[in-house]
């Protein structure tokens, strides 16, 4: 899901630096210092995630994880997001410094999207709609991800289509996987540490 | 203990899937020239090879030379008919590129130079003529001298490889803790900052 150096044209790249500025910015403004262990977590979360492989045909797809993460963090996801994305891109290659900024465009919005469209279901649903929505947030913001990606692919001159189902299909299996990981997860948090899930929804801080 | 857990939990989670943390998927290509023969494969960074990927080939003005797949271990070959820079793409899709140039200078002298520089100099063109009589003598041991050269060589590298690609791995560990030691660190000094900014608020 990393799109490497090389891959994207000139302004891709740009638009996607100033759309990660912007996020990041808005992200640190609502963070506080209550909540920032959240963040430290799932940032390291993220980070770790993504060298859970699983195979697919003669590549592999590893897991992202960033509909948890936009879930429980809402805007903050950004800067959580663009950490981890950086020390992937120095420590294992994934990804590279210039293409930083759309990466982290394309991890992130979807997972702030996850927030606000399943954030209000998780926190007070019953477990079971809460179990459903965990499910739906894991599962789509991966299919959101594959969009993003193959538009900033489309935008760069790949054919959309082909390039989109490319990576739609591969992803499947990681949709499967992420669902069950970030239901079980959101229901287990319910449970044992609710306050994790603290981020008022309807007035995100 | 929340520190603690901070390090622990994505530990515990790539542990528990049991999942080594070595099959990374970065997209590496390798060429090698023999003669006007370009040789060349095409691996992810674990060391799986990648059979019946399309190659294809550019001079670096960006005009496509030819196109190639690789065979069921990765590997492909093409003879360069110009002797040009010859850019070699692989494109497996999903944004996994990778990149080799062949320049113009590995390709031997007998073969065609591009269009513009085709006109050399007089002087030029009889030293050339010149080396190349002098090397029709002694080309058939010559030859034969480099292709044995370049065989043993690659025999030699493949155990050296494997090593390298067995560290990798070792080190990538080290990377893992690395990385969690840097997110622990910036949040530390969020931290800081966030506090410092309430004690002046008060």
Known sequence: ?205 | MRLFWCILTPLLLVLALGISPSRAHKVVAAAYVEGPTVEGEVGFSNGDMVPDAKVEVFSSGGEKLLETLTDGDGYFIFEATRRIDHVIKVNLGAGHVAEVVVTADELPSTLAGAPTTSAASPTEQTRVASQQSQAALSSVSGRDIEAMVARAVAKEIRPLQKRIIAYENKVRWNDILGGLGYILGLTGIVFFFLARKKRRAE
């Open chain 1, 1 to 205: 899901m990393h799109v490497v150096d090389g891959a994207l044209s000139t302004s891709v790249l740009i638009a996607g630096g100033v759309l990660t500025v912007a996020g990041v910015a808005v992200g640190l403004r609502k963070l506080d210092a209550d909540r920032l262990p959240q963040v430290g977590v799932l940032s390291a979360m993220f980070f770790v995630a993504s060298l859970v492989h699983v195979p697919v045909g003669p590549s592999s797809v590893h897991l992202i994880l960033n509909g948890l993460v936009g879930v429980v963090l809402g805007w903050s996801a950004f800067p959580a997001l663009i950490i981890a994305l950086l020390l992937q891109a120095v420590f294992f290659g994934f990804g590279g410094i210039t293409v930083l900024g759309i990466n982290a465009v394309n991890i992130a919005l979807p997972a702030i999207a996850c927030f606000y469209l399943f954030g209000g279901v998780i926190r007070s649903g019953t477990p079971m709609a809460a179990m459903i929505g965990g499910f739906a947030a894991g599962a789509c913001a991966i299919a959101f991800t594959c969009v993003l990606v193959s538009v900033s692919l489309a935008m760069s001159g790949d054919e959309f289509l082909p390039a989109a189902k490319l990576v739609f299909f591969a992803h499947l299996p990681v949709m499967a996987v992420e669902g069950i990981l970030t239901g079980a997860a959101i229901v287990l948090v319910r449970k044992v540490k609710p306050d994790l899930l603290s981020l008022p929804f309807g007035s995100p801080v």
